[in-house]
């Protein structure tokens, strides 16, 4: 399972986002990477938007500094398609974001 960065509170994260966070380290594995890291859960940071769904454990961020630069929005996408609807999921400059969105 995905390291987590000190710091990061993930207290009440929705359970699907943990699904999310598990496929994406399958999703590494397969492109042979290491497991991944949560780099933001429901803690404030600066910078987010006002209207993000972290603070309700709805989106968690994941690092991407360590994934080559031309293998990030491939991996961002199959991802995407392998969470479906129910999921948002967008490469931000330093990690990909993840929202569960469905019910």
Do not use: C
Not at 3 to 10: I, R, T, Y
Not at 15 to 44: C, H, K, P, Q
Not at 91 to 103: A, K
């Amino acid at each position: 399972m995905a390291l987590v960065k000190s710091g990061v509170n993930l207290n009440g994260v929705h359970f699907m986002l943990w699904y999310a966070v598990a496929v994406y380290d399958y999703l590494r594995l397969a492109n042979g990477l290491r497991e991944g890291t949560i780099t933001g859960g429901r803690e404030s940071a600066p910078g987010r938007v006002k209207d993000t769904l972290h603070p309700s454990g709805r989106a968690v961020d994941l690092r991407t500094n360590d994934i080559p630069a031309n293998v990030r929005q491939p991996l961002a996408n199959e991802l995407q398609r392998s969470l479906g609807d129910v999921f948002d999921v967008v490469l931000e400059s330093d990690h990909i974001h993840v929202e569960y969105i469905g019910g």
